[in-house]
């Protein structure tokens, strides 16, 4: 009989790593492994980039302030007060009846009445040289703060529309320049219309909500 084979031993199995593989990958000089260093006392340096960001920063803070501070005046938000701007200085604009009126009237009024003041025929009449506008202050002082409705002549043509009232919109003194402005337009020449006028009339109208009709407005002395 064949004796018995004794089992072949088998061989160790390759390391995967040897010793200065291992060695590597245990390096503390890699990035991976390495440490954090030993805390420090005293401030870090600021990065030029931010420093320079902070210093443009605070000069445009500073030439914001120095322009639109106007010193600080609580003053400034009074709507009472007109300010313009003007090369970086503030002055207070004198109020001229004539230019606000205007700029009220090319606003609120070009769309009916035109820029030329010859308004839509058959449709808005003319101020232009109108009789009901260029006499007595008070009837158009009225039209303005209470508004006008129904048929009514204006120089020989007839019309039959409706104007809005401007009482809840525009101040006394708005009214009282934008009415001086249209009175002494495209050739017309009536004096202007005081602010103290414009405050007694609707004082004494009161809280009237009917709008005027032109038979009304005849009788207006």
Not at 34 to 50: D, H, R, T, V, Y
């Amino acid at each position: 009989m064949t004796p018995p084979q004794k089992p072949k031993k088998q061989p160790f199995e390759t390391a995967q790593f040897d010793d200065e593989a291992l060695h590597g990958r245990h390096d503390p000089a890699l990035p991976v492994y390495q440490e954090k260093g030993e805390p420090f006392e005293g401030n870090s340096e600021m990065p030029f980039a931010l420093f320079v960001a902070v210093v443009f920063l605070a000069f445009g803070m500073g030439v914001y302030l120095t322009r639109y501070s106007f010193d600080f005046d609580f003053f400034i938000y009074d709507h009472n007060k007109h300010l313009i701007l003007d090369a970086g200085s503030i002055k207070e604009e004198v109020w001229d009846p004539l230019v606000q009126g205007e700029k009220i009237f090319k606003k609120n009024c070009t769309q009916c009445h035109q820029t030329t003041g010859l308004g839509v025929p058959g449709s808005y009449p003319p101020l232009a040289g109108s009789s009901w506008l260029l006499g007595i202050d008070a009837i158009p002082v009225r039209v303005l703060l209470k508004g006008l409705e129904g048929p009514i002549e204006v120089e020989k043509a007839q019309f039959n529309g409706a104007m809005p009232t401007f009482g809840t919109k525009f101040s006394d003194k708005q009214i009282a320049a934008v009415l001086s402005y249209v009175r002494q337009a495209w050739g017309n020449a009536a004096p202007a219309v005081q602010e103290g006028t414009v405050t007694q009339i609707r004082q004494a109208l009161g809280d009237r909500s009917r709008v005027f009709s032109a038979t009304e407005l005849m009788s207006v002395k």
